[in-house]
């Protein structure tokens, strides 16, 4: 289990392709954004192959972590704790003083579990009920 930076954006769009897109149902125009090639990207691998993978993308002081997915198969394996580690230990080196992500409703026990605290209302992104959240660095 590992999970570390990466410039093969391709990739890391196949992984969320199949997470976000034919598993969750987000659609292509929603999931491609236009803002990969700005991104910090991270893959998370198991037993050498892609499993996962995050983006970051900073504003002023602030790591706005998105993208964070883990193929079904994987799941269970702490990929996605690996992902954020990944991600949190390289925004902390850059020198950022905080994270914000949007979780997914049915996520929020897990990114609590690594230090985020939830605030704001409900939203919707992509027909999926989120609330932001944040962890200062």
């Known amino acids: ?33 236009g803002r990969d090639p700005e991104a910090v990207h991270f893959l998370a691998t198991l037993n050498g192959k892609p499993v996962g993978t995050a983006r970051i993308l900073i504003k002023g002081d602030t790591a706005k972590i998105g993208r ?20 949190i230990d390289w925004a902390r080196e850059a020198g950022l003083k905080r994270a914000l992500l949007g979780a997914q409703l049915t996520a929020l ?13 409900v939203f919707d992104d992509a027909g999926i009920d989120h609330r932001d959240m944040e962890l200062m660095l």
């Open 68 to 87: 964070v997915c883990v193929l079904k198969e994987a799941r269970g394996t702490h990929q996605g704790q690996a992902l954020m580690a990944a991600c």
């Open 1 to 33: 289990m590992s999970a570390s930076h990466t410039v093969d954006i391709a990739l890391c769009q196949s992984l969320r392709r199949t997470v976000f897109t034919l598993e969750q149902g987000v659609s292509v125009a929603e999931e491609v954004d």
């Open 109 to 121: 026990g897990f990114y609590e579990a690594l230090g985020f605290v939830a605030f704001g209302p």
